[in-house]
């Protein structure tokens, strides 16, 4: 039976196999690296899920996901960042980079599995997925004149081309697509988009919208921002 497939990348090596043990003891697929230059060379297609630390030798977890974000075979990969930086600001810039989540060292081998399994029901691919029926393919697709958007295969399109969004960004889009002419708040679009086990700043939701509109084009002057209430999308 098909597994879901995780990549741990830490320096430790002796934490990374620790989680490597009992990830597989809970029925996953694991895959480790000791340093982000090490992550890079490895397969990374087919991933469901990355776990990074941030404090590596020169290329540190921010910087490999960065990466991870502009390759079009990971750009939507789920992460949750694994670090003794637990600031403020450090998770703040975690979630612009496009973190999943964010757990803080030191952490319980316990905490750890529950947020993996609560990240993987929100974003990872069915193991098992049904074959849609072409009644409801048409309800999966989501479209503004040339700008496309296909909930079943997660992809974003404008004028054939391919956008890259994050996961983050593709589910906000949606969601504002799916409610054109209406202004959604941010709570709503946190409620949405962001599980309510993971605390999430205004200011992380108005970067995505901000990152979203560039890689939008033309369409990005369609997302609309209301002053104290939130943003929708207007045609």
């Not at 605390?199 to 033309?218: A, E, P, Q, S």
Request: charged share 30%.
């Amino acid at each position: 039976m098909q597994r879901y497939r995780i990549l741990v990348v830490d320096d430790e090596e002796s934490l990374c196999e620790i989680l490597r043990f009992n990830l597989e003891k809970d029925g996953y697929e694991v895959v480790t690296a000791y340093s982000a230059e090490e992550a890079l060379s490895l397969p990374l297609e087919g991933l469901d899920l990355a776990i990074l630390d941030v404090m590596m030798g020169e290329l540190s977890g921010f910087g490999l996901a960065r990466i991870l974000r502009k390759r079009s075979e990971t750009a939507t990969l789920p992460i949750i960042f694994c670090t003794a930086l637990d600031g403020e600001e450090d998770k703040i810039k975690g979630f612009d980079i496009g973190a999943d989540d964010y757990i803080a060292k030191p952490f319980s081998l316990a905490e750890m599995l529950a947020r993996v399994r609560s990240v993987l029901r929100r974003t990872a691919r069915p193991l098992e997925p049904k074959v849609a029926q072409p009644q409801s393919q048409e309800q999966d697709i989501i479209s503004y004149e040339s700008l496309i958007v296909n909930r079943l295969n997660k992809s974003c399109r404008i004028d054939g081309e391919e956008v890259a969004l994050t996961r983050k960004e593709f589910d906000i889009l949606v969601l504002l697509l799916s409610h054109q002419g209406t202004i959604l708040s941010r709570e709503q679009i946190m409620k949405h988009v962001w599980s309510n086990e993971v605390i999430v700043l205004d200011r992380t939701i108005d970067v995505n919208i901000t990152r979203m509109r560039k890689k939008l084009g033309r369409y990005g002057n369609n997302i609309i921002t209301r002053t104290g209430y939130g943003y929708g999308f207007e045609g």
